[in-house]
């Protein structure tokens, strides 16, 4: 995958954290402990959600 593609990639995967967080952070790394850990931030309030799946997608 070249640099460009990743980019567009990580792009897609944060707008769809903006939108609905456990989207993105399962798309990054499928089910696990982020993405449950993300489900109870997002539950917990919107906000938490979306900075913990920006982190999990950008930490990469």
Same mark, same amino acid.
């Given at each position: 995958?070249?640099?460009?593609?990743?980019? /567009? /990639?990580? +792009?897609?995967?944060?707008?769809?954290?903006?939108?609905?967080?456990?989207l !993105? *952070?399962?798309?990054? *790394?499928?089910?696990?402990?982020?993405?449950?850990?993300?489900?109870?931030? /997002?539950l917990?309030?919107?906000?938490p !959600?979306? +900075?913990?799946?920006?982190? *999990?997608?950008?930490?990469?």
């Amino acid at each position: 995958m070249s640099s460009n593609e990743g980019a /567009t /990639t990580d +792009v897609l995967r944060i707008l769809l954290a903006i939108i609905l967080p456990p989207l !993105g *952070v399962f798309l990054q *790394v499928g089910i696990g402990l982020h993405f449950w850990l993300n489900i109870l931030l /997002t539950l917990c309030g919107y906000l938490p !959600g979306i +900075v913990h799946a920006i982190w *999990v997608i950008l930490r990469k």
